[in-house]
């Protein structure tokens, strides 16, 4: 059975500071992971979906990076900014469409 | 296009009565999926549908949660009768293909059962 964790629940830095968020899963025979933020109440917004046969992917200052082998993923928030304040999920497809999700990171950008 | 569309954003009900939660999702799109999301468990998928079949149930978790998708513009998710246990967030998403592909969420619905 696939579990996915994230790792720290919280996590608070000032403005300005690069963001690190970590993912696992256990089983590396995934189809793709997908980083998601929520905000407060609110529903999900993809953030970036990496295919398995890639190592990584972006979007303005949002980096993926994944490693299949070791069951990792991170997601990186370059210069982050309050406005980045919001829980981020990751969710692992491992089954064609069947996402599994994570606990997510809730972080705090402090201006 | 306005993203997929949950109704009632909010549903406060008595235990014992039936809920049904609706979703439409993106135009287009042939998979759907109805999760629940609680501070005790997480994100939690409770159904698939694709081509408007149900392909995977097994997060579903009692014989009270039905879910329905009568065409590809629309579907349900029914609790009879509902209990205090379920409250909490059901969110429903769709995805264009069948693997490896996006999935695109809607607002939620967020349930309370007094």
């Known amino acids: 059975k696939q579990e996915v964790t994230q790792i720290p629940a919280a996590l608070s830095v000032p403005e300005g500071e690069n963001l690190v968020l970590n993912c696992s899963f256990t089983d590396s025979a995934i189809y793709n992971l997908q980083w998601f933020r929520q905000d407060p109440g609110k529903g999900l917004t993809s953030l970036l979906l990496i295919q398995s046969s890639q190592r990584e992917q972006t979007s303005g200052r949002l980096n993926a990076s994944l490693d299949k082998s070791s069951g990792r993923s991170t997601l990186y928030i370059a210069a982050s900014q309050p406005g980045d304040s919001a829980t981020y999920l990751c969710?692992?497809?491992?089954?064609?469409?069947?996402?599994?999700f994570g606990g997510g990171t809730r972080v705090l950008v402090k201006p | 296009d306005a993203g997929v569309i949950q109704s009632p954003r909010h549903e406060v009900t008595e235990m014992g009565q039936e809920v049904t939660l609706r979703c439409k999702p993106i135009?287009?799109?042939?998979?759907l999926f109805w999760y629940r999301q609680t501070m005790m468990r997480g994100l939690e998928l409770l159904i698939y549908?694709?081509?408007?079949?149900?392909?995977?149930d097994s997060g579903m978790p009692e014989d009270r949660f039905s879910a329905k998708m009568p065409n590809a513009s629309f579907s349900t998710l029914k609790i009879q009768p509902s209990e205090p246990r379920d409250s909490a967030v059901y969110f429903c998403?769709?995805?264009f293909g069948q693997g490896a592909t996006e999935a695109f969420f809607g607002q939620g619905t967020r349930l309370t059962v007094v």
């Open positions: 969710a692992v497809d491992a089954a064609g469409n069947k996402l599994t």
């Open positions: 549908f694709n081509n408007n079949v149900p392909i995977d």
């Open positions: 998403a769709s995805s």
């Open positions: 135009s287009g799109h042939n998979s």
